[in-house]
């Protein structure tokens, strides 16, 4: 196929697509159709930009429509999940997650977690992002024909097993998580608690599901295309006040935090001569 066909052909399946999806009804909880505003900010001359560090903060010059937009979506976040934390440049849930367990945990660390049998997403388990941090993982005990977790079994699995993080949130799931009981008992060993809200997150917008900030999460993070009705994108969210755990978070998600600076880190970066 030449260049030009394959262009073209490309061009009529994007076209098929749009009109597969106009006619039909998608069922699937991780897609969204794009209000018309969305996709005016999307087809734009941003597309092709870039704005590394922070509105104000940047490290080159020429991002000022970048920090306008950036602080009017960082406000939005904050108005709409009532927290004192927004970070909205991750590129997908997947990356917040893997920023807010780089911004919690330290390789070696453990995690408790929902198995992606009992619908945990692959990123937390250890072939996804969990692994990727190099994290022990220990899944809940779950009550698999109520799609719930054995509360009492696992408060007493968190307590038992200390982990550095307590994760929750799942893809698939018909119940809010009973996270109050859960994060207290993850909260009394230390740990900290973060919530994965990818699937829900329109929901919990729209304070239609649970309100994990309130109900104990440290962390909430999710994808800003799914319920959420967004471009594709991710969130890093917390109700915390502390500006030194908020710039951790903000920097899990950029540059990432160097090996000395990781929570809890003691490991000295170690110079190698070339
Ligand atoms: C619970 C959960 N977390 C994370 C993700 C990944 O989100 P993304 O596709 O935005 O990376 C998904 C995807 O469906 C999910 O269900």
Redesign the pocket.
């Known amino acids: 196929m030449s260049a030009r066909e394959a262009a073209s052909r490309i061009l009529e399946a994007v076209d098929e697509s749009g009109r597969h999806y106009r006619d039909s009804l998608p069922m699937i909880?991780?897609e969204n159709i794009l209000s018309p505003l969305v996709r005016k900010a999307c087809d734009s001359d941003l597309h092709g930009r870039y704005a590394e560090g922070l509105p104000g903060k940047r490290y080159y010059q020429g991002c000022d429509d970048f920090d306008t937009i950036e602080e009017i979506g960082i406000a939005a976040a904050k108005r709409v999940f009532n927290c004192n934390f927004a970070n909205i440049q991750s590129t997908?849930?997947?990356?917040?997650?893997m920023a807010g367990l780089k911004a919690l945990a330290k390789p070696g660390d453990t995690i408790t977690a929902v198995s992606t049998a009992d619908g945990?997403?692959?990123?937390?388990a250890r072939m996804g992002a969990v692994g990727v941090r190099g994290l022990n993982l220990v899944t809940y005990p779950w009550i698999e024909s109520r799609m719930e977790p054995d509360i009492d079994a696992a408060a007493a699995l968190i307590r038992e097993t200390e982990p550095n993080v307590a994760l929750f949130?799942?893809?698939v799931f018909l119940f809010p998580t009973p996270l109050e009981e859960l994060a207290d008992a993850a909260h009394e060993v230390g740990a900290k608690v973060m919530y994965?809200?990818?699937?829900v997150l329109g929901l919990i917008a729209g304070n239609q599901f649970q309100d994990p900030l309130r109900e104990g999460a440290d962390v909430m993070?999710?994808?800003?295309?799914?319920t959420f009705p967004g471009p594709?994108?991710?969130f890093l969210l917390s109700n915390s006040d502390d500006p030194k755990f908020q710039r951790r978070l903000n920097s899990a998600i950029f540059p990432g935090p160097s090996r000395s600076r990781q929570s809890g880190g003691t490991s000295r970066v170690r110079r190698v001569r070339c």
Do not use: L
């Not at 997908?92 to 997650?97: F, H």
């Not at 945990?120 to 937390?124: E, T």
């Not at 993070?221 to 799914?226: P, R």
């Open positions: 909880a991780s997908s849930g997947t990356v917040s997650n945990g997403h692959i990123s937390h949130g799942q893809s994965d809200a990818a699937h993070t999710g994808s800003s295309h799914k594709q994108g991710g």
